[in-house]
């Protein structure tokens, strides 16, 4: 096994790592949710009640944040399943520049995928793998 194959394989292991880190704490958000769940059902009842608009703002956006994180949550872990199997290339080049928004992690590993996928080696292994698959 080549030094490019032993580092795709690493990078595949990271990405399932991250994504699922990053499905859990997309989860934090969900407390939000609940808790604008429980001022709809009025359980803030009395003179500090908050407004209803107040209420569907604390389901609406955090749930919008849950959705996303769960998204890229998924596209990390396909990223990985892809870098594995050294299929879709330029589909893991943009979860790579997309994974740096997420930081620690997901900003360390862009930045090793980006470097790691910029190789021309790597693009011959992605590209002798192409070569091999039967066409559609």
């Keep these: 096994m080549t030094q490019d194959e032993q580092h795709l394989n690493l990078l ?5 790592v991250v994504g699922g880190l990053t499905a ?3 989860c934090m958000f969900l407390f ?4 604008g769940i429980a001022m709809l059902c009025g359980a803030f009842d009395g003179d500090a009640a908050p407004p209803r608009f107040m209420a569907w703002m604390f389901i609406v956006f955090p749930s919008l944040l849950v959705l996303a ?21 330029t589909f893991c080049l ?26 021309e080696s790597v693009k011959n ?12």
């Design 12 to 16: 595949a292991v990271f990405h399932y």
């Design 24 to 26: 859990l704490f997309s």
């Design 32 to 35: 939000h949710v609940v808790m």
């Design 69 to 89: 994180g769960w998204t890229l949550s998924g596209f990390m872990v396909a990223t990985g399943r892809k870098i594995k199997k050294r299929t879709s290339y």
């Design 94 to 119: 943009v979860v790579a520049g997309i994974e740096c928004i997420v930081m620690p992690f997901g900003t360390v590993l862009g930045v090793f995928t980006l470097v790691v996928l910029s190789r």
């Design 125 to 136: 292994l992605f590209a002798a793998e192409r070569a091999l698959q039967p066409p559609e």
